[in-house]
């Protein structure tokens, strides 16, 4: 009996160990999610928890950046998305595709980023306080069926922002809005300056 105790108790010991190896493995994504969710204004997910690998995060200036972290090597360089206004986001893709040589892969992905994209994240808005997320401007509400506003319209003085869906019932209700290559082309609500959006349908 004493024998086959001490060989549970080993076989215990291994799973416990085995454990805590799994565990270990997730530790480097862990705390390159912590560091993000501590120190950015994270639009997505609504409420960030470790079995998500994705954050889209606030740059102020109605735009956004979304991160897909490769969970095996966190701190290499993500897959990177930068939604909002062309104005802003194609010189922020430019210096991203520019300067990309000097990512440090001791540094967490923030980090990189500021030093890269030469900015320094927003931080993360204390309950309550701050300003409101920008709502969209058709249907008035922040979140709508789980999506944010990422259409923003170039206009400088006007940089509203949409639901795609709501930006795309909008303008398919136009008799001067066009359908291209999947995507549907028209004026913004607010300005009448050209805006587009892609066919949601098709997203679907």
Known sequence: PRAAAGGGGGCLRDLVE???GALARFQGV???LDDLDA???ILQPER???DLAMRRISLGNHTSVQLELNPAHPRTVPQVRFLGADSVVVPLREALNARLSMWDPTKTPRANLEEVLSLKFPA??????????EECCICYTYRLEGCTPDIVCDNKKCSKSFHPSCLYSWLRAL????LSFNTLFGTCTYCCQPISVPNVSSLQ
């Open 39 to 41: 120190h950015t204004d």
């Open 48 to 50: 960030p928890t470790r």
């Open 175 to 178: 008799p001067t809005a066009r």
């Open 18 to 20: 085995q454990f805590e």
């Open 124 to 133: 993360k808005k204390a309950v309550g306080g701050g300003d409101a997320p």
């Open 30 to 32: 862990w705390d390159v």
